[in-house]
């Protein structure tokens, strides 16, 4: 077993703390990676608190992993030495069931096994994520990063990425769409730089008109703030899709008033339970509201091919592993534009 060094959360809330870990030795159908950059989700500090009564301790997050591999086994041919990778939100599904067999490894009927805080059917216990010097992963876990993107800047694509990739691809957004994307955060603004990629209209929904400048600079063509009922108005019944991607309960009916007849909003961000909703909005004009989670590993790489062609990424801020606490903190008060990103050489510094 390979020792790792690692930051990890030893008890609810508490903050995180050096620690070390174990790694399987590299298996036939595995590849070993040495971890460049891990990015920070909002679900790692959902985690570290047990805000969801799921987390078991010791916990190591971090699902948005981009690093070199050191490593392959000896059924491996995909992937070399040298090779720049990726390890999203999940390592491991049951393989069998119907949506496996379609690509949705997200929604394996027994479960998908998460990079952390999932049963290791390896090393027994729970899984340890991306805020470690490496990882050892199965191949058919590992997606293909493009070259030609800044490594760092590419880390929150395998979950901030591909979570706002996956529904737009899935209700088919297209050139000459109208496209409202609700919050801009770290999720939000990866769906305005998509769906302006794809071709469509984006405009930017948002409670602060502070953000109007960012919105824009980032592809958004207007921005509508949703407080102001003349603006709100005057968009009503206009849209072709929503990406609501507000972290938070909030009430969906102003933002359903802004999809035209047999227009969908997707809900990405909110897991938790949200305002009513007045059902005569959807049943009046036929509107549909949906939930999307990530994506499977094939469209994974697909986004990731996408992002290569476009030239997309994430805006980060890049942070060493001692300062995981503070920035945590921040996060808390969005104090980021838009997503944390950790240097994992500074893992190798004395902690």
């Known amino acids: 077993m390979k020792k790792i060094k690692a930051f990890a959360a030893h008890e609810q809330a508490a903050p995180l703390k050096p620690f070390e870990l174990e790694r399987r030795e590299v298996q036939e159908n595995d590849v070993y990676i040495d971890i460049e950059y891990c990015g920070v989700c909002h679900s790692d500090l959902h985690f570290v608190k ?7 301790y010791p916990l190591v997050p971090g699902h948005e992993i981009i690093g070199r591999v050191l490593k392959v086994g000896n059924n491996v041919s995909n992937f070399k030495e040298g090779q720049l ?17 379609e690509g949705l490894e997200q929604y394996c009927e027994k479960g998908s ?24 992963v199965d191949k058919d876990f590992v997606v293909r990063v493009p070259e030609n993107l800044d490594a760092k800047a590419a880390a929150p ?15 088919k957004v297209k050139k000459g769409d109208k496209v409202g994307v609700i919050g801009l955060g770290g999720l939000g603004h990866m769906g305005v730089k998509f769906a302006h990629a794809m071709g469509a209209e984006v405009v930017m929904i948002t ?16 921005v509508l703030i949703s407080k102001d009922e003349e603006q709100m108005a005057k968009h009503a019944s206009s849209f072709d899709f929503l990406l609501n991607t507000i972290p938070v309960g909030h009430d969906l009916n102003p933002y359903l008033g802004l999809l035209k007849r047999d227009a969908t909003m997707v809900i990405v961000g909110a897991v938790e339970p949200l305002d009513p909703m007045h059902g005569g909005q959807l049943i009046f004009q036929r509107k549909r509201v949906a939930g999307s989670l990530i994506g499977g590993i094939k469209e994974t790489q697909e986004m990731l091919d996408f992002c290569g062609e476009h030239n997309i990424v994430c805006d980060v801020e890049v942070i060493d592993m001692q300062d995981i606490n503070t920035a945590y903190e921040r996060m808390l008060k969005s104090d980021v534009k838009y997503r944390f990103v950790i240097d994992m050489k500074s893992l190798n510094t004395d902690s």
């Open 113 to 136: 096994t998460f990079t952390y805080n999932g049963p290791d059917k390896y090393m027994g216990g729970m899984t340890f994520g991306g805020y470690s010097q490496k990882i050892v």
């Open 50 to 56: 047990n805000d969801w009564g799921m987390s078991q």
């Open 157 to 171: 694509l395998l979950c901030a990425g591909i979570t706002t990739f996956s529904p737009l691809r899935h209700w």
């Open 85 to 101: 990778v990726g390890v999203g939100c999940m390592v491991d599904s049951c393989r069998h069931c119907t949506a496996c067999k």
């Open 207 to 222: 409670s602060s008109p502070s953000k109007g400048e960012d919105a824009r600079e980032l592809g958004a063509a207007d």
